[in-house]
């Protein structure tokens, strides 16, 4: 059974880092794209970044470029976001989502409706 579960969620002060894992069960992270999406109070979901099932391949939204990094461990099963000069305005709640595209891929999705598989959300917040 596929199973998505983030944490590293807390509270951080502007200009602060932060990382975040998504531990991933019941699947090989070598056939699956994974994204992280972002969610304020108010707002739609937003894709955040995603990494390719070739892990070769990353993509970032504008507003997180250059500040945000994804990656993954094969081994461990788990994708990290790496979270550097947060601004208040990156407060949400963080979700890892998991979309099937075979072997070797190097497709980066970032729509919400092309993930069927979601994680609970860990949650971020940035302020003094």
């Known amino acids: 059974q596929l199973q998505l579960v983030e944490s590293g969620g807390d509270l951080v002060q502007p200009g602060g880092t932060l990382r975040l894992s998504c531990q991933v069960s019941?699947?090989?992270?070598?056939?699956?794209?994974i994204a992280w999406f972002r969610q304020a109070p108010g707002k739609e979901r937003e894709g955040v970044s995603s990494?390719?099932?070739?892990?070769?391949?990353?993509r970032y939204a504008d507003s997180v470029k250059g500040r945000f990094i994804v990656s993954r461990d094969t081994g461990k099963k788990t994708v990290y976001l790496q979270m550097s000069s947060l601004k208040p305005e990156d407060t949400a709640e963080y979700f890892c989502?998991?979309?099937?595209?075979?072997?070797?891929?190097?497709?980066?999705?970032?729509?919400?409706?092309?993930?069927?598989?979601w994680g609970q959300g860990t949650h971020v917040t940035v302020s003094t």
């Open positions: 989502a998991a979309a099937w595209s075979g072997s070797g891929s190097g497709w980066t999705p970032m729509l919400h409706t092309e993930f069927y598989n």
């Open positions: 019941g699947i090989n992270l070598d056939y699956y794209a």
């Open positions: 990494i390719s099932s070739s892990g070769g391949r990353t």
